[in-house]
């Protein structure tokens, strides 16, 4: 069983370009979801993917925005970044039941540096 | 809005002592609590979780939980704490509704020799 991957490992860009992380979920988990991990700061939740959906956001502008693939892989998008981007990322995959009480397990992020 | 709060930013104790990590949460209805633990640059592992049952569950790592629906807790315990145990630890609380999990600040864990 493989854990959760996640690409690149650190990411440097400038304002106003865009970015895209790719995430590999954990084998036979169909969830996915991603956090922000801004610097001495908790995870926050930005949004999540359930069988290609996104099935929840949190405080984010449109500028974030996602995409799940059949095979559960994941990738973020961000647009028009801004220095206040520089954080680092976190995917998490999920097996959701009916209530989504999963467990989620997180890979090792992808650090972005705007500049 | 639920909320969780790790009230101590930074704990050092020596190896060898015990250890408790506080964690309090504001949310109306029975939660999902999480422990994970980041290492320097990693990403979270989980150490442990409780649903339902049992208020005092077990981990990994020797780490212990204990569910205090009284007093809105879920303190982390480890009797006898590993040079390898400092790292930041994360309380997370999980609602269904719209299902994420909300983390707490977090807590640094020194360990000295």
């Known amino acids: 069983e493989t854990g959760v991957t996640q690409s690149p490992t650190h990411l440097i860009k400038t304002r106003g370009q865009q970015v895209t992380l790719r995430c590999s979920s954990q084998s036979g988990h169909n969830t996915v979801s991603w956090y922000q991990q801004a610097l001495g700061q908790g995870p926050q939740f930005i949004f999540q993917y359930y069988r290609e959906e996104e099935n929840g956001r949190g405080n984010f502008p449109p500028r974030f925005s996602g995409l799940q693939f059949p095979n559960y892989s994941s990738e973020l998008n961000v647009n028009a970044l801004e220095l206040d981007d520089s954080a680092l990322y976190l995917c998490?995959?999920?097996?959701?039941?009916?209530?989504?009480?999963?467990?989620?397990?997180f890979g090792p992020g992808t650090r972005l540096t705007v500049l | 809005a639920q909320s969780v709060t790790q009230p101590d930013i930074h704990i050092t104790v020596s190896e060898g002592a015990s250890l408790e990590l506080r964690c309090n949460y504001s949310y109306g209805a029975t939660p999902y609590l999480f422990w994970y633990v980041q290492s320097p640059g990693q990403g979270l592992q989980l150490l442990l979780k409780?649903?339902?049952?049992?208020?005092l569950v077990q981990g990994i790592k020797g780490f212990e939980a204990e569910f205090k629906r009284s007093q809105s807790s879920f303190n982390l315990r480890k009797p006898s704490v590993h040079w390898s145990d400092a790292a930041e630890y994360f309380c997370?609380?999980?609602?269904?509704?719209?299902?994420?999990?909300?983390f707490g600040k977090g807590t640094l864990l020194t360990v000295n020799p």
């Open positions: 998490a995959s999920s097996l959701a039941g009916q209530q989504f009480t999963d467990t989620q397990y």
């Open positions: 997370a609380v999980f609602r269904g509704s719209n299902y994420k999990l909300t």
């Open positions: 409780y649903f339902s049952g049992d208020t």
